[in-house]
């Protein structure tokens, strides 16, 4: 069939065919090197082969051939199907590509049990309509589950894609939960909780109980039921019940009312009270030991009067930094009447006829202790200036003990260089020694002994 001729001498002509008025030379005149032609608007009918004819004199007639390609881009589309789940496969998603050259491809893409059926229909001029459902036997588990329709095609750049969600329909289904198995008399603000699900959405919630009379401490609000305070009448069972268009659905729960117990809030105050307190106590009680020990190495060497208070000779003569510090002491370094107190240094009366211990101590004289020295002929016994004066005590024990800051650290690491006289009278008639009753003497802890009316340097 001839759709548009060119001669030299005759020109341009386009005999009666299904494109005349739509077919035309691309140049008029047209060139004979490459006499074109194009077709406007044009038509699924448009396609097929076309044959360019050159007639030469006297070779013959020369052709070549091609051939014209229609394409129909399709209308996709994707739609879900509710169901009712019913135990028997029916279609729950369709998918449809409409008029399309050539015919479309449709895929599924789901987790749902399922499987596709496609089918393809002719359509106006050539074309191909595509339509594929997707079908399963649906559950309340498959409810809401993704699917999605996939369509491709020559004339799309990319696949079109349908995201869908599964739409089965099922009566209500639904669990009490909020009981914890604790329920005691007096505990308040209890709940219970009516989780339901169903599709269609269920409208309807009743809570009863098994007696059919609801306790007064109990307030219902919607799904929720709240006890505000446990006593023995919500001992029972609660039943909840819901409704949808397609059924109802039933949960019950027995709740048990226990005895009342202690508030664990208030439990774990008491236990918090309990543990502070004992280590209030266990601090007090170590303070008090560290006070007292200390107390008694202080005044190691010392007894009271018998009336509570200390001899006053004792106060003066007894510290050993104090003292120096008051005047009574030895003002020079490392002086003995200061450092150590701990043995018995006995004074004698200015009087010769009472030698021994003085009964007055506003008679005291110099103190003497052993180691005597000779004075016109007759022996003496040292003054204490005379022991301080020595050179018997060695100047590095002396610096030793000058360096001791505690008298309890001079007491435990004197070793004093000079001897200290420990005079022990002979005993009298009635087994007093000096004027002093034996048990009036105590051990110390360097292995000597004091009295403990005795006055000490």
């Given at each position: 069939?001839?759709i ?10 386009y ?6 008025g ?19 608007d044009?038509k ?5 082969k ?68 496609t ?10 309509t595509?339509?594929?459902e997707?079908?399963?036997i ?25 995201p ?19 329920w ?69 729960i ?7 117990s ?27 030991a560290v ?7 202080q ?16 106060r ?27 043995g ?35 022996a ?43 005079l ?28 403990r ?5």
């Amino acid at each position: 069939m001839n759709i548009a001729v060119y001669h030299p001498n005759f020109g341009v002509n386009y005999p009666p065919s299904p494109v005349k008025g739509r077919v035309a030379f691309v140049v008029d005149p047209p060139n004979l090197d490459a006499p074109s032609i194009q077709i406007v608007d044009a038509k699924m009918s448009d396609e097929g082969k076309y044959i360019c004819e050159f007639a030469t004199y006297p070779s013959g007639n020369e052709q070549g051939v091609t051939s014209l390609v229609m394409l129909a881009k399709p209308r996709n589309s994707a739609s879900i199907v509710t169901v009712v789940a019913e135990g028997k496969p029916v279609t729950v998603a369709r998918c449809e590509s409409v008029d399309g050259l050539p015919p479309a491809l449709i895929t599924w893409v789901t987790t749902a049990n399922g499987n596709a059926t496609t089918v393809s229909k002719a359509g106006a001029d050539n074309t191909v309509t595509v339509t594929s459902e997707y079908k399963m036997i649906p559950t309340a588990a498959d409810n809401g589950k993704d699917i999605s329709c996939v369509v491709s095609h020559k004339t799309q750049t990319k696949p079109d894609s349908f995201p869908l969600k599964l739409a089965v329909e099922f009566p209500p289904k639904l669990t009490i939960v909020g009981y914890d198995n604790n329920w005691y008399v007096g505990r308040t603000n209890v709940q219970l909780t009516c989780q339901a699900s169903g599709n269609p959405i269920p409208t309807t919630v009743v809570w009863k109980t098994l007696t059919g009379e609801m306790p007064d401490t109990v307030v219902i609000k919607e799904n929720k039921l709240t006890v505000l305070k446990v006593d023995e009448s919500v001992n029972t069972t609660f039943v909840c019940e819901v409704k949808n268009r397609l059924g109802v659905g039933k949960d019950q729960i027995t709740t048990l009312v226990r005895e009342p117990s202690v508030n664990p809030s208030n439990a774990g105050v008491v236990a918090g009270a309990v543990i502070g307190s004992l280590l209030a106590l266990l601090l007090v009680g170590a303070l008090i030991a560290v006070l007292v020990t200390r107390n008694r190495r202080q005044q190691q060497g010392y007894r009271g009067n018998g009336k509570g208070t200390y001899d006053i000779k004792s106060r003066i003569f007894g510290g050993g930094k104090k003292a120096s510090k008051n005047g009574t002491g030895n003002a020079g370094s490392g002086g003995v009447a200061g450092g150590n107190n701990n043995g018995p240094i006995y004074v004698y009366s200015e009087n010769p006829a009472h030698q021994g211990l003085a009964d007055k101590p506003n008679h005291h004289q110099p103190l003497h202790l052993g180691g005597g020295r000779e004075e016109g002929g007759v022996a003496t016994t040292p003054t204490a200036q005379d022991i301080l004066l020595s050179t018997e005590l060695d100047e590095a024990e002396r610096r030793k003990f000058d360096e001791l800051d505690d008298e309890e650290e001079r007491y435990d690491h004197f070793g004093g260089g000079a001897p200290i006289l420990q005079l022990r009278p002979p005993q009298n008639e009635e087994g007093i020694m000096g004027g002093y009753l034996d048990d009036d003497m105590e051990s110390q802890r360097d292995g000597s002994v004091i009295s403990r009316t005795a006055v000490y340097v």
